[in-house]
């Protein structure tokens, strides 16, 4: 029988995801493949292009994310409080963030991640996560 | 094709639950069962007692959430920026809210809502929330 | 960590559903609420009116069975070798079998059983099903 | 609102996926990513070496499938009517058919396929399989 858990993230530290992101993992299924984590993004990081293969949410706890080159390119600016949707499926190029940014994010599955030219590079599912999680560096909160 | 979306959820109106609780919802899906709402449930505020007929998560924006009677009876006490996951088949008597609190929560099914005494008394789906937004009563912000 | 499984659905008894209706069971999920099962359906059997807490999808093994009144009515009508996708949502009155059938049935989530009159009955999920399957009389090959 | 809805498997054509295994696409989700088909698979014939990217379900409706060598060299030799759970994350070397074969697959994600020395191929998902359906020859029936 699985139990009801919880946790304090302000006590969990940051780990080190890389390219000036951080980040907490709240939670992990191999079964399912969802994935649950915190994003502490500094000014000016990004996400490399990347290949949704299962939906995902957010939530802006604070900052400013520009998905598919932000609103002002037909793109998504969303800040503070501001929630989405990224459906399994849609590829992104870069998602940047133009200010500090955190960021509670839920997501059902893997995701493909490409390299600048969008050819394939790596897969990043529940199990390269949970290896980052354990061997990622803590940073400072 | 399902398109990438966001809202500004401080743009949205509370809309009343009932007994002390307003929502704002974010997502609901047909194909999954899934829903993701807001939460506000003023001081005092209560979900009756329910079994979860699917898992969900949430993360505790501001104030203070009692699961199963609160950690001093041996239940969960969650506050601002606390996070948690609610699986399937659980069964939760009152949860309880002690002070003005808002939840982030994303919900991947059903709950089966009881009476005082356990009996079943209504289900909570993606269609009743559905309904429901469409004829609650809007509250002051 | 998870590991594949298999099991020879020949050498598994049937246990009593009711109602004419055997079962085997194959998986359940508490994480997901999925579960998977044979079914075997005598003629004239049928199961309740009740309404899907999750999407399921079906193989029919053999026989016939009739969703919603069968063809005839606007329904549907499968037989040998027919694939159907039963949406969460959906309402189903009664689902009748006018010939022995067996069919393999995946699913989702729970389902909720209603009386006659379409009052609440009882919520089969995942956890009512393990029950039934450790308490259920075993039925002749 | 989704309806349900059912195919006749006997009716639709056998497609091509390659190297000896023909397929009919019985189902495909955007949303979750899920995938249901039908696998027809010559003597000889074999899955290339993957790795699942969510759960996946099968019937073998005909034939004999030897997972991870076969249950000679302690993998699974599964055959008429067994049911197998592959779960999310596992790498699977080759899957093999010593005999003709059908099956019909429930699968809640993506597969990573991978060259004979375990690099990452090409990742088959939801929208691969519709585009494979649109252009693959049909086969005999």
Redesign the interface.
Known sequence: ??????????DMPWLEFGAGIDFKI??T?????AW?VLFRCAKGAAFNPHRH???G?Y?VLKGRME??GGAEKGG?T??T??????????L?DETFFPEPTEL?F?N???I?FLTPELE?D??L???MLEELGRSAKRQAA
């Open positions: 029988m699985i139990e009801d858990t919880y946790v304090s993230t302000k709240l939670r299924s191999q079964e399912t493949g649950t293969l299962g939906g949410e939530l998905v598919r998504i969303a800040t409080g501001d929630y989405g949707y990224e459906p399994n499926g849609v992104h509670y839920t059902f599955g893997a493909q394939p790596f897969v599912d529940f199990a």
